[in-house]
C-alpha cells in the first residue's frame, strides 16, 4: 500500500514490493533467469486491487486480535478511510512504469538492509530505483544496524567489492565515542593556538564545548579533582556520561561532590585509584554541566543535527536542512538533581522513567522552535535559520576537522554513514555542543520523525548512489545534483576544499534572559 511518508503501519510499502515477492516467487519455478515469465501479463488494477484487500484485512485482523485479547493496538492509521478511498492508500497509477519490465534491460541496486534496520529497509523498499536484499555480499549498498555484523564486515572488507557502499567504518568511533571526540577536539585546539595569532577570530573550543576530563585516564581524573572545588551548589555541577552509550543510559547529575571524590580519590586525596563509575560501563568522562539551558515551555530542551558523511576520503559532509527539538517532560528545576525527567534529554529515558505522562510533547519540529523563540526573545522571524543552526554547522565542522585525520584512515573508501549531532541551547540562544551520534535515532515515535526521516534516509541514499556510480565512471564526485535537502558543510573533492565558516566574529550577539529564564 501507498500513503504520504510515514504514515501508518504500510505507509511505506507500495505495490512494486508485492510485485517483488510475487517475481521471486515465480522465479523459483523458472529453469533458468532467461525463462522467468514475464509479469506485464498481469493488469495493474489486479495487482493493486489485491494489495489493498490483503492490507485492509491484515489491518482489521490485527485490530480485532488486539481487542478480543483486550490489548491496545495503535496501527497508525485511518482504517475507515483506508476502505472508504483505496486510491489514497495505491495511488492513481495507470500503466507500469519503465522499471517493471524485465530487470535485465532496466537493473536497479540492490540495498542491502535486513539485519535490524526495519525503518531503513521500508523506506528504501518504496523507492523505485532500488531493491533491497538480504546478501550481504552481493548488494550494491549495505545498510547495517547490527554490531556483530558490522564488526564482521569491517574486519575484512576484501569480501566486497572496492565500490560497494557500507554505511559502517571503524574510524567513526574517533567522534561518537565522547572520550575520543574530547581529545580529538582538544588537541586539534591546541595545533591551532600554536599556528594562529592571538588575535585571530576563529571559533574556539571553549566556546561550543564544556571543560570536560576523561576519568578513566588517570592523569586527567587528578586534573579533574585538583580543580574542583569541595563546595557543592549551582556553580559547581557537572555530568557523568559513559562514553560509548546511547539513549542517555548511563547519564547521571553529580550532585554530591564527597561522595564522587570518595568513588575515585585514594587514601591521599590526590590519585585517582579506580579509573571506571559503575561496573556496567567502562569509561566514563566528566563535563560541567550547562546550569542555565533554554527552556521551551519551562523544560529543559536541546536539538539534534542529521549528518550525512557520504564520502572518507576525500571528505564529503552534508547537514540535512531540518532536524528535531527535544523537551523533558517535567519543569525545569536545578536542585531536583536525581529526576531523569528534569535533567536528561533523551526521548527513550523520558518514556521510560517513572511518573512519565504520555500526554506530553516530546518533540518539536524546527519551524515550532523559530516560533516560540521569536515570540518569547522578540528575536527575528528567521533568528535560529540565520544565526543558531548556522553556529551549530560550523561547530560540527569544527569536530570533524579535529577528527579527519582519522575518518581519512578508513581501509574501504566507499564506506559512508549517517549520525546526529546534539546540542543545548543555553539561556543566551548560544548553541553547545554534547555530542556525537552514531545511532542519530531513525524510529517514528512522533509525527515530526514520520514526517522528516523517510525522505531524509532516502534523499542520502541517492546522494550515496550517485556517488558510487560517479566513482564507477571515474568522474568527478565534487558536484552531487541528488543532494537536494543535504548541504554541504565540507567537501574537500572540490578544486577549492570547501567548508563552512562564518565571517569572524558573526552573528554572535547576546539575548537578554526572558523572566521566566531567571
Known amino acids: 500500500t501507498q500513503s504520504t511518508w510515514g504514515d501508518g503501519l504500510f505507509g511505506v510499502y507500495k505495490y512494486e514490493v508485492f510485485r517483488e515477492c510475487l517475481s521471486h516467487t515465480m ?18 488494477v489486479d495487482v493493486r486491487t489485491l494489495v489493498w484487500v490483503l492490507g485492509v484485512f491484515s489491518a482489521i485482523g490485527v485490530y480485532q486480535y488486539g481487542k478480543h485479547r483486550n490489548i491496545k493496538v495503535d496501527l497508525g492509521m485511518d482504517v475507515r478511510s483506508m476502505m472508504d478511498t483505496p486510491s489514497r492508500w495505491l495511488g492513481d497509477i495507470t500503466e507500469f512504469p519503465a522499471w517493471f519490465n524485465d530487470e535485465e534491460t532496466n537493473p536497479r541496486k540492490t540495498v542491502y538492509a535486513c539485519d535490524s534496520a526495519e525503518i531503513a529497509g521500508m523506506v528504501f523498499d518504496s523507492m523505485r530505483e532500488f531493491r533491497r536484499s538480504c546478501d550481504v555480499y552481493n548488494a550494491d549498498i549495505l545498510w547495517l544496524r547490527d554490531r556483530w555484523l558490522e564488526k564482521k564486515v569491517a574486519s575484512n572488507y576484501s569480501q566486497f567489492y572496492p565500490h560497494t557502499a557500507i554505511n559502517f567504518f571503524k574510524q567513526q568511533n574517533s567522534f561518537t565515542d565522547k572520550g575520543e571526540l574530547k581529545q580529538h577536539m582538544q588537541d586539534y585546539e591546541a595545533k591551532m593556538k600554536k599556528t594562529t595569532a592571538k588575535t585571530d577570530t576563529r571559533l574556539k573550543l571553549e566556546e561550543f564545548y564544556r571543560p570536560t576530563y576523561r576519568l578513566f585516564n588517570a592523569t586527567e581524573c587528578a586534573q579533574f579533582f585538583a580543580q574542583l572545588s569541595s563546595k557543592e551548589g549551582l556553580d559547581n555541577m557537572w555530568i557523568l556520561k559513559p562514553t560509548d552509550s546511547s539513549q542517555g543510559e548511563g547519564v547521571e547529575i ?37 546550569t542555565r539551558p533554554l527552556l521551551l515551555e519551562g523544560r529543559k530542551s536541546e536539538f539534534r543535527l542529521y549528518w550525512l558523511l557520504a564520502n572518507v576520503d576525500p571528505l564529503m559532509v552534508y547537514v540535512f536542512n531540518e532536524g528535531t527539538v527535544r523537551l523533558n517532560s517535567q519543569p525545569y528545576k536545578l536542585d531536583d538533581w536525581d529526576n531523569a525527567l528534569v535533567h536528561i534529554t533523551n526521548t527513550y529515558r523520558q518514556k521510560t522513567a517513572a511518573g512519565y505522562d ?24 528567521t533568528y ?52 556525537l551520534q552514531l545511532g542519530p535515532g531513525l524510529s517514528f515515535d512522533s509525527p515530526i520523525k514520520r514526517s522528516l526521516i523517510p525522505e531524509m534516509l532516502a534523499e ?51 539575548v537578554p534572559i526572558p523572566k521566566q529564564q531567571v
Open 27 to 44: 522465479v523459483e519455478h523458472a529453469a533458468t533467469a532467461h525463462s522467468r515469465p514475464s509479469l506485464r501479463s498481469l493488469r495493474v
Open 254 to 290: 553529580v550532585s554530591d561532590i564527597k561522595k564522587l571524590r570518595m568513588d575515585y580519590l585514594g587514601p591521599d586525596n590526590r590519585t585517582c585509584a579506580r579509573t571506571t563509575h559503575s561496573e556496567e560501563y567502562d569509561e566514563y568522562i566528566v563535563q560541567s554541566y550547562i
Open 358 to 381: 504520555p500526554s506530553i510533547e516530546l518533540k518539536w519540529s524546527f519551524s515550532k522552535l523559530q516560533n516560540y523563540l521569536a515570540k518569547t526573545y522578540k528575536v527575528s522571524a
Open 384 to 435: 535560529l535559520e540565520d544565526v543558531v543552526m548556522p553556529r551549530a554547522k560550523e561547530i560540527l565542522v569544527y569536530a570533524l576537522n579535529s577528527t579527519q585525520h582519522e575518518i581519512a584512515k578508513t581501509q574501504h573508501k566507499a564506506s559512508f554513514g549517517l549520525f546526529g549531532a546534539d546540542f543545548i541551547i543555553d539561556s543566551e540562544l548560544r548553541p553547545w555542543l554534547t555530542e
Open 460 to 510: 542520502s541514499l541517492r546522494v550515496i548512489s550517485e556517488l558510487q556510480d560517479r566513482r564507477r565512471a571515474n568522474v568527478s564526485i565534487h558536484e552531487i545534483s541528488s543532494a537536494s535537502r543535504f548541504i554541504p558543510i565540507i567537501n574537500t573533492a572540490a578544486p577549492s576544499p570547501y567548508y563552512f565558516h562564518l565571517p569572524p566574529m558573526a552573528n554572535r550577539q547576546s
